[in-house]
């Protein structure tokens, strides 16, 4: 919609999870959407950019669907392709345990994923991260024929085989100290919250069984609100929701919303100690 909005463009959204009545934009006019899964039926929506974030890492068979959008394109070598996947190098270098989820079919590392692109006849023209190196970027251009030109962001097979026998070998290490930390804040009579009701909060009580330790998870979100966490089964309550339950703790799933989220706590005059789940 952004795109839209800022560019003046023209829109056609797939998503199988598109809702009208939460849609509200400027650019609605200019907006299509189509509450279905991409495939090779939709090859006649043509566009200047194809823009896809946070899919890739939710399909199976990913050579066989970036095939269908190159296929999509045809012979209109000036399309734009845009995609943005998490980045599978700062999860096994940072521990994260919490990214690694049951919705995840594929984890792509700058190399993998534009050897990916390459393979279906795409040219690399950027690859980058953003989000605080969290995501990976990737624009490319079809060509005619599979290119070999690397970016100078890939890494090697032998650097990603050490960050995976680095993960094995201590991601044991912090599931434990997150779990005493937990325990002990119990066992001391604080209330815990978490802030963020992803997947990564999914993953992180899951992972580390949490039971009486958290009862509750606080999102911004409205249409989450009165809801219940999948497998952990915490409830999930607004924000505002803290000025009467009172947390000592509040561990912020995504460090990189801690300042904002303090703020909010500020704003609401609720005093708790903020930690960035990292």
Same mark, same amino acid.
């Given at each position: 919609m952004l795109l839209c909005e800022l560019g003046h463009n023209r829109g056609v959204g797939i998503d199988p999870a598109y809702v009208k009545d939460r849609i509200h934009s400027k650019a609605s006019d200019r907006l299509t959407f189509i509450q279905d899964y991409y495939s090779e039926r939709y090859a006649k929506c043509h566009g200047d950019l194809v823009c896809c974030r946070h899919t890739l890492e939710h399909i199976h068979n990913t050579a066989e669907f970036v095939s269908i959008v190159r296929r999509a394109i045809g012979d209109r $070598?000036?399309?734009? #392709?845009?995609? /943005?996947?998490?980045d599978v190098t700062r999860i096994l270098r940072e521990l994260a345990f919490w990214d690694i989820y049951y919705e995840h079919c594929s984890y792509f590392s700058p190399g993998? $994923?534009?050897? $990916? !692109?390459?393979?279906?006849?795409? /040219? #690399?023209?950027?690859?980058?991260?953003?989000?605080?190196d969290q995501y990976l970027l990737i624009e490319t251009r079809p060509i005619s024929e599979?290119?070999?030109?690397? +970016?100078?962001l890939e890494e090697s097979v032998e650097e990603m085989a050490n960050d995976v026998k680095y993960f094995a070998a201590h991601c044991r290490e912090k599931l434990n100290r997150w779990k005493n930390y937990l325990q002990q804040m119990y066992a001391d009579g604080k209330r815990t919250v978490v802030w963020g009701s992803s997947s990564k909060c999914v993953s992180f009580m899951t992972t580390l069984d949490v039971k009486d330790e958290i009862?509750?998870?606080?999102?911004?979100? *409205?249409?989450? +609100?009165?809801? !219940?966490?999948?497998?952990?089964?915490?409830?999930?309550?607004? &924000?505002?929701? $803290?000025?009467?339950?009172? &947390?000592?703790v509040?561990? #912020?799933?995504? *460090?990189i919303y801690c300042d904002e989220i303090r703020q909010m706590l500020d704003d609401m005059e609720v005093n708790t100690e903020v930690i960035p789940f990292e």
């Open positions: $070598l000036d399309t734009v #392709v845009f995609f /943005e996947v998490p993998s $994923l534009a050897r $990916l !692109f390459r393979s279906c006849k795409f /040219e #690399v023209i950027d690859l980058s991260k953003a989000f605080n599979a290119s070999r030109k690397a +970016h100078e009862k509750y998870v606080i999102d911004v979100n *409205p249409y989450r +609100h009165g809801k !219940f966490l999948p497998g952990a089964g915490k409830k999930i309550m607004p &924000p505002e929701f $803290l000025k009467k339950y009172k &947390p000592d509040t561990i #912020v799933m995504n *460090p």
